[in-house]
Nanobody, 123 residues
């Protein structure tokens, strides 16, 4: 079992960058796949990006090269680099871990979730 804590959110202007971090506690973090999702009030949680246990990556269709997911197993952390941000990227961003080690797009594939970090992009 892992516990996840997101950090790095904040208020930025359109075109700026942020780096989100998802730090885990618990054993065998390197065996987990980790995904990032985002959600705004009244909408379903949306897949952003995921990285498998072996480092393979998967991105949401809206990303279009602007975001990059990476992991540092020695620090038990997965990063999400957000570049060229747009106001429509405003959301609460959550990370989640899958004990099967996959990089799935579906939220129900993930067993463990963090509390989220708010990202707000002003125009």
């Amino acid at each position: 079992q892992v516990q996840l804590v997101e950090s790095g959110g904040g208020l930025v202007q359109a075109g700026a960058s942020l780096r989100l971090a998802c730090t885990a506690s618990g054993r065998s973090f390197h065996d987990y796949g980790v995904g990032w999702f985002r959600q705004t009030p009244g909408r379903e949680r949306e897949f952003v990006a995921a990285i498998s246990r072996d480092g393979s990556t998967n991105y949401g269709r809206f990303v279009q090269g602007r975001f990059t997911i990476s992991r540092d197993n020695s620090e038990k952390t997965v990063f999400l680099q957000l570049n060229t941000m747009k106001p429509e990227d405003t959301a609460k961003y959550y990370c989640a871990a899958d004990s099967a080690g996959s990089y799935a797009r579906l939220a129900n594939r993930y067993q463990f979730w963090g509390q989220g970090t708010q990202v707000t992009v002003s125009s």
